[in-house]
């Protein structure tokens, strides 16, 4: 699997706008982009995923890059509760690997009050 | 949207006995299932893909004899920690997918094994 970059970690203020950043520039064309958020104690949780357009659904935005180089992933308010480590993972379209996730080391997200 | 649970979410067990952790699928049927190991303060590691009626393949440096996985029906995975020593405390969590393709994987809300 195409490896990804994240920073290590990410502070926020509640109600603001949070970019999570995610580098792949190995990527492979048949590679979607697929994020994950695990809270504390938790099991990872879906969040978004997307091949070459931006993405929006109920819990965040997903902008890629033109070269599909890297991609940020868009908390539009951030709530207490987005607190959690965010995993940017690289699955080949192909299914080869079918269900098997990598995952990285991922930003852990902290937000203020 | 699709739910996965585990049972138990925690169990405390002593040195050398076995821990059974069940993963199930409770709206949809899952031919494969994903079996993961976290530590503290690290990332999921995969251990071993379940697939229903079949041997789980695992992961290397995977003791397959250690980790017994049993896919018995489609929506029923088992992981048995067999002989448990302190090394294997950690969260372990299983996933599975509704289809192929670039799906989105649900996950268990994970297990927390602690060997005393």
């Known amino acids: 699997d195409a490896k990804t970059t994240q920073p290590n970690s990410m502070e926020s203020n509640e109600e603001e706008p949070v970019h999570l950043p995610c580098n792949h520039s190995?990527?492979?064309?048949?590679?979607?982009i697929h994020w994950y958020r695990q809270l504390p104690s938790q099991g990872p949780e879906y969040v978004i995923h997307?091949?070459?357009s931006n993405v929006n659904n109920r819990m965040a935005s997903l902008a890629i890059a033109e070269d599909r180089k890297s991609s940020t992933l868009i908390l539009h308010r951030a709530t207490l509760r987005d607190a959690a480590v965010y995993y940017c993972?690289?699955?080949?379209?192909?299914?080869?690997?079918?269900?098997?996730?990598?995952f990285g080391q991922g930003t852990i997200l902290t937000v203020h009050p | 949207g699709a739910v996965v649970s585990q049972h138990p979410s925690w169990v405390i067990c002593k040195s050398g006995t076995s821990v059974k952790i069940e993963c199930r699928s409770l709206?949809?049927?899952?031919?494969?299932m994903f079996w993961y190991r976290q530590f503290p303060k690290q990332s999921l590691m995969l251990m071993a893909t379940?697939?229903?009626?079949?041997?789980?393949?695992?992961e290397q440096g995977v003791e397959k004899d250690k980790f017994l996985i049993n896919h018995a029906s489609l929506t029923l995975s088992t992981l048995t920690v067999t002989s448990a020593h302190p090394e294997d405390s950690s969260f372990y969590i299983c996933?599975?997918?509704?289809?192929?393709?670039?799906?989105?994987?649900?996950f268990g809300q994970g297990t927390r094994l602690t060997v005393v």
């Open positions: 996933s599975a997918e509704k289809g192929r393709m670039n799906t989105e994987a649900f």
């Open positions: 190995t990527i492979s064309g048949t590679d979607y």
């Open positions: 997307g091949l070459t």
């Open positions: 993972i690289l699955r080949d379209v192909r299914g080869t690997s079918y269900g098997k996730l990598t």
């Open positions: 709206d949809f049927q899952a031919t494969t």
């Open positions: 379940s697939n229903e009626g079949s041997k789980a393949t695992y």
